[in-house]
């Protein structure tokens, strides 16, 4: 729910959809904060249980980083597609926005497969 609705954000901040007006993903937002609220509380629980072998593996360090860096790269682009439609429209996608969903979809990326690979590395 939460890497899927930020590369939904993602991909048409790159050009995917371009006719659909940035103001059509304002869902995004919500979408977003209740999946965060889910995974920092599930990911809590999960965490809690083996908190010594987790809190030292790499991977799972890398995890953390990448979803720090996932939703910091959200702020700048939540304030664009909040403002309305004139603005977007005369400001058109700015090169930083393109750039800030690729920091987003790399960095959701490499949460994900920092997560995956846990199951295969920390014993």
Avoid: C, Q
Avoid at 16 to 29: E, N, Q, T
Avoid at 65 to 85: E, G, Q, Y
């Amino acid at each position: 729910m939460l890497v899927g609705a930020s590369w939904v954000l993602d991909m048409r901040l790159l050009g995917i959809g371009r006719r659909v007006p940035l103001s059509a993903y304002r869902w995004v937002f919500p979408v977003l904060e209740i999946g965060l609220v889910v995974n920092i509380a599930t990911g809590i629980m999960l965490f809690i249980k083996n908190a010594t072998k987790w809190g030292t593996a790499i991977p799972f360090l890398v995890k953390m980083v990448f979803i720090i860096a996932s939703v910091a790269a959200l702020a700048p682009l939540r304030s664009h597609v909040l403002r309305n439609d004139a603005e977007n429209e005369a400001n058109g996608n700015p090169r930083n926005l393109r750039l800030w969903a690729i920091v987003s979809v790399f960095a959701w990326t490499g949460a994900v497969t920092a997560g995956r690979l846990l199951a295969y590395l920390v014993p």
